[in-house]
């Protein structure tokens, strides 16, 4: 549903006129080839979910029993470390895997579960020891960490996105020595916009405190006057391209173009187009979702790949017109981000089903990944 129709609705809502609407109106419709984006937190659903969101995953549950989410983390854990991602030929085991972590992760309290935050922890640190013991000598290697956080390597240079410590329940968060080794990890890190599931100011200083650009849409942390006039805004333009020199990489540097994205109709988001000394250019959206219409953020996006030659794209997983997206940037390969967000309500927690689900029409090469797991592109496989 488009945007300004949600709108509509939502106003409609609040003034009382939806009541007199024919009770025909409201009545739950279903097209399976609807990839649900946008749907109403107020939307007519069937009586088996517990929101219209939700209809295209599994039913949650209330709770759970600790050994039955201790015994399936780790039967995860053990399916992704024997089934690595695939973008042709994905073992089906890793699809269970995933849909089990989804009915874990959608568990109303699974932000507060100890066994939760310790899975999500784990992974983490062995994500960064992962990145911290590999060389990458050819093609790019793309490490997907925590929301809709990335860290690529190529052999000359390092770069984060969207790095976060967790979210804001206690105990659901990685330690900041664990940032800190990250950060020495990245040559820079890009922010695509203000949410705390993208941007934190701990991470930032990090970077900084260790001569590493921090790239972000213009005005983030304006009121941190001693943060914000540290930070590197490039032009918001779907033209510029910029070279942003990697302090702690002496000589190296990085092609950036920041287009001028929306996350609804105020918050600005970059969507970061980035180009390595070797050629590989890949590009994270943030929480794209701009309006739909026309003069809106799809005219550029439908452009992408006309002007680019994009080797990997990371969108959200719940990016309003995926499809459309995809095909303007016209990637060899998608990875999405943004599952599972704990910060967000059970409706709002968009799932790896509903990814396979978006996915599935697109026919681009898309992994579908969790915390902690990486993916190495050679562009000859693509
Ligand atoms: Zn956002
Ligand atoms: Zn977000």
């Known amino acids: 549903m488009p945007l300004s129709l949600i709108l509509l609705a939502l106003a409609a809502t609040a003034s009382g006129l939806l009541a ?59 399916v992704l470390e024997h089934y690595r991602p695939s973008a042709r030929a994905e073992h089906p085991l890793r699809r269970a895997a995933l849909i089990r972590l989804d009915d874990i992760l959608h568990i109303p309290s699974a932000p507060e579960k100890p066994l939760v935050q310790k899975f999500y922890q784990d992974r983490i640190e062995q994500a960064v020891a992962d990145i911290e013991r590999t060389k990458v000598t050819e093609g790019m290697r793309i490490w997907k960490l925590y929301n809709h956080g990335f860290l690529v390597r ?37 922010i695509s916009h203000l949410h705390n599931d993208h941007a934190n100011k701990d991470v930032a200083r990090i970077f900084l405190s260790m001569n590493k650009p921090v790239i972000a849409p213009e005005g983030l942390w304006a009121d941190t006057p001693d943060l914000a006039s540290k930070l590197t805004y490039p032009k918001r333009s779907t033209s510029a391209v910029h070279d942003i020199p990697l302090g702690s990489n002496i000589g190296k540097s990085l092609k950036v173009v920041a287009y001028p994205g929306h996350q609804g109709p105020r918050v600005l988001v970059n969507v970061h187009l980035v180009t390595t000394p070797e050629g590989f250019t890949v590009v ?74 978006r996915l599935f029409p697109i026919h681009y090469p898309a992994p579908v990944m969790t915390w902690g797991e990486s993916f190495h592109y050679r562009r000859d496989d693509f």
């Open 20 to 78: 007199q609407q024919p009770a025909a109106a409201r009545t739950f419709t279903f097209d399976p080839a609807d990839p649900r984006e946008n749907v109403a937190d107020d939307a007519p659903k069937p009586p088996f979910v517990s929101s219209a969101r939700r209809v295209t995953t599994a039913p949650e549950l209330p709770d759970a029993p600790d050994e039955w989410i201790a015994n399936s983390l780790q039967w995860v854990n053990f």
């Open 154 to 190: 190529t052999p000359t240079v390092s770069f984060a996105f969207d790095i976060v410590p967790g979210i804001r329940t206690v105990g659901f968060k990685v330690s900041k020595s664990l940032l800190e080794r990250i950060a020495r990890q990245a040559d820079a890190i890009f």
């Open 284 to 357: 994270q959206t943030g929480d794209q979702s701009g309006d739909p219409g026309p003069g809106g953020d799809f005219d550029w996006i439908a452009q992408i790949g006309r002007d680019h030659k994009v080797d990997v794209l990371m969108p959200n997983c719940w990016a309003n017109g995926l499809g459309r997206m995809v095909r303007g940037v016209n990637p060899r390969l998608v990875i999405t981000g943004h599952e599972n967000e704990m910060g967000h309500n059970v409706a709002h927690r968009e799932d790896y089903t509903q990814t396979y689900n």
